[in-house]
Nanobody, 120 residues
Framework: QVQLVESGGGLVQPGGSLRLSCAAS????????MDWYRQAPGKGRELVAT???????NYADSVKGRFTISRDNAKNTVYLQMSSLKPEDTAVYYC??????????????WGQGTQVTVSS
């Protein structure tokens, strides 16, 4: 069964750092372009960062200079390193993207979401 599994969320104080991970598993060849989204309470889902298969990155203005998206293709994993965290970063964070499956070609998947809470 192909899936994206997220980890690394939790409670952190303002100004702190946290690293999220999103690992693809199952019968797959690898991952391609991947994104991180977040959804704050009462808000819609917001695109936070993107990374292409070649490593090109883009960020929402609200997180530029503070967040870094990266990938480890050998581990089929995408990361989101978050620094200088603010209370407004509090949200459920989701990964989304293209997975090259062994039997069905390239398909798109959402992770289950991981809660990030920034509070003192």
């Amino acid at each position: 069964q192909v899936q994206l599994v997220e980890s690394g969320g939790g409670l952190v104080q303002p100004g702190g750092s946290l690293r999220l991970s999103c690992a693809a598993s199952g019968s797959i060849f690898g991952i391609n372009a991947m994104d991180w989204y977040r959804q704050a309470p009462g808000k819609g889902r917001e695109l936070v960062a993107t990374i292409t298969s070649g490593g090109t990155t883009n960020y929402a203005d609200s997180v530029k200079g503070r967040f870094t998206i990266s990938r480890d293709n050998a581990k089929n994993t995408v990361y989101l390193q978050m620094s200088s965290l603010k209370p407004e970063d509090t949200a459920v964070y989701y990964c989304y993207g293209a997975v090259a499956t062994a039997y069905s070609g390239t398909l798109f998947y959402w992770g289950q979401g991981t809660q990030v809470t920034v509070s003192s």
